[in-house]
């Protein structure tokens, strides 16, 4: 019999990375809804929004950009990305 060490360890790591991905496929997916003006009275618009405000709870309304839809950029994109990168590094150490 052959066990494969690590394992155990490489499917936790792809479910953290892929928990991350999601998380700022959902913060990009806002970010380009609100840029297109998408209508606010879908579900579907509504339930991105709501996910992706609790998402970035954090970084929201973090920047005082004149513009509007800058501050969306960048307060959501920021999270998006601090989700990657975090994300992407637990994954990488638990892998190794």
């Known amino acids: 019999m052959s066990y494969r060490t690590g394992n ?7 479910v953290i ?4 991905d999601i998380m ?9 809804m609100y840029l ?3 209508n606010r009275d879908n579900d579907l618009v509504e ?5 992706a405000r609790w998402l970035a709870g ?12 800058a501050r969306v950029v960048a307060g959501y994109g920021l999270a998006a990305v601090v989700y990657l990168f ?3 590094a ?7």
């Open 8 to 14: 155990g360890s490489n499917t936790a790591a792809r």
């Open 17 to 20: 990375a892929v928990v991350a």
């Open 24 to 32: 700022a496929f959902i913060l990009g997916l806002w970010i380009l």
């Open 36 to 38: 297109l003006d998408a």
């Open 47 to 51: 339930f991105v929004r709501h996910t």
């Open 58 to 69: 954090w970084s929201y309304d973090l920047f005082t950009f004149d513009e509007a839809w």
């Open 86 to 88: 975090i994300g992407h």
């Open 90 to 96: 637990v994954a990488g150490r638990i892998r190794h």
